[in-house]
């Protein structure tokens, strides 16, 4: 079996950083406009610079979402963010739209071009088609199944590339073209601005009774009809391998650093294992299964993976977040005194034990010592909002490394 890529998503220069350190053989980042992720925090291109400066020099590529459907307004603006991105050079473009992949050729030939899921490849002339318009890479459309796309595989050249999304949210609409969005505030989910929609509660209204909500009992929890579990794929890496997919997709733009470190570090092991031996990826995989649920999510399926959801199978679940674990911050730099520097993103005391998370698999227990605000006045807690904040642990941190609590 071939090593395949463990494609990680990035909402800043400071997560995609993490996605480095953590395992990541390459980072997906949008920058301030033609993306799907509008209301993410996204780069500058100066924070892309830096970005793709800093994974190149730990061998990770650097992919650049470009991926809304175009309208013609948008055409203009496209060719001047493509000239910019010539100058940068990220190794590759994630591109939906036809006109906006016809663009990126004209304008900056030399950076590949990759064929986002949202423009539905579901059959191997599809793949054919974009290879003969020049694209490296297409992404499958997430209702393929693994039967499928081993069909697929055997169909196209050797040298274009699939790439499969095999963890994170899932959305209602087919390949991600959703207009509930559009249609109940206006914002475009093909322009980048989804509201998710499909994450609200519902209920039904008799046109003759308008004012009288009538409770759809989809279940015990609630009537969120449109709402998917979260996809999660750590517990079949070996057929994944098997099928020959080049680069194993984690969704996310939006996500925190403490998720993506907690999604590629876990993934990045099974893979590896898997690699080494089937015997050593399933003696881990209660580890998997372990680490895997310290992120954020609804509740796992595995999608389309194993054929059309059924009764048993159902994708479409409740709206409540599972959260073992609260993030911290990152850590920075360190002092002569031994303390380290973090920018704190949620409340923590002295005395506290916490979890210091470290990129190859260690999680160290921590008891919190002393906190220091940047004008070293000493604090009981750590404030929320945000700020910089000087602490010393009874153990040692390193760059990089994530602070967690668990719940």
Not at 16 to 31: H, N, P, Q, R, T
Request: proline share 3%.
């Amino acid at each position: 079996m071939k090593r395949p890529e463990l494609l990680i998503p990035a909402s800043s220069l400071e997560v995609l950083k993490v996605a480095v350190i953590f395992g990541a053989d390459a980072v997906y980042i949008g920058g301030e406009a033609f993306g799907l992720r509008a209301m993410a925090k996204n780069f500058s291109m100066e924070d892309m610079r830096e970005g793709i400066a800093f994974a190149h020099a730990y061998g990770v590529k650097v992919y650049v979402t470009a991926n809304i459907l175009a309208h013609n307004q948008d055409l203009e603006g496209v060719r001047a963010y493509f000239e910019e991105l010539r100058e940068i050079r990220p190794d590759a473009l994630i591109i939906a739209d036809p006109g906006v992949f016809l663009l990126a050729k004209e304008i900056c030939p030399e950076i590949e071009r990759h064929i986002s899921t949202q423009a539905n490849n579901t059959n191997y002339m599809t793949y054919r088609f974009w290879k003969d318009q020049g694209a490296k890479r297409v992404v499958s459309a997430r209702e393929l199944s693994i039967e499928e796309l081993r069909e697929l595989r055997a169909q196209i050249p050797e040298d274009l590339e699939i790439e499969t999304f095999i963890h994170g949210a899932m959305c209602i609409s087919y390949s991600g073209r959703c207009l509930l969005s559009n249609y109940f505030t206006g914002r475009d989910a093909n322009q980048g601005a989804c509201t998710h929609p499909c994450r609200w509660k519902y209920a039904v209204v008799e046109e003759t009774r308008p004012g009288e909500y009538m409770p759809v009992y989809e279940n015990e929890r609630g009537t969120f009809l449109f709402n998917s579990k979260d996809l999660c794929m750590i517990e079949h890496i070996p057929e994944l391998l098997e099928v020959g997919i080049d680069s194993l997709k984690v969704e996310g733009r939006m996500k925190t650093a403490l998720y993506v470190a907690t999604v590629a570090r876990t993934y990045r092991k099974a893979i590896d294992d898997c690699l080494e031996s089937r015997e050593c990826y399933e003696g881990h995989l209660d580890w998997y299964r372990e680490q895997i649920a310290g992120c954020t999510y609804r509740q796992f399926t595995t999608g389309f993976f194993f054929g059309k959801p059924d009764e048993t199978t159902q994708i479409y679940d409740n709206n409540t977040y599972m959260k073992d674990y609260t993030y911290l911050g990152i850590v920075g730099e360190s002092d002569t005194k031994g303390r380290i520097l973090i920018e704190q993103r949620n409340k923590f005391s002295v005395g506290e034990r916490i979890e210091i998370m470290k990129p190859k698999g260690d999680n160290i227990l921590a008891t919190v010592k002393g906190i220091w605000d940047e004008r070293e006045e000493a604090l009981e807690s750590a404030p929320h909002p945000k700020q910089k904040l000087w602490v010393e642990l009874d153990k040692s941190a390193d760059k990089f490394d994530i602070l967690r609590r668990k719940e």
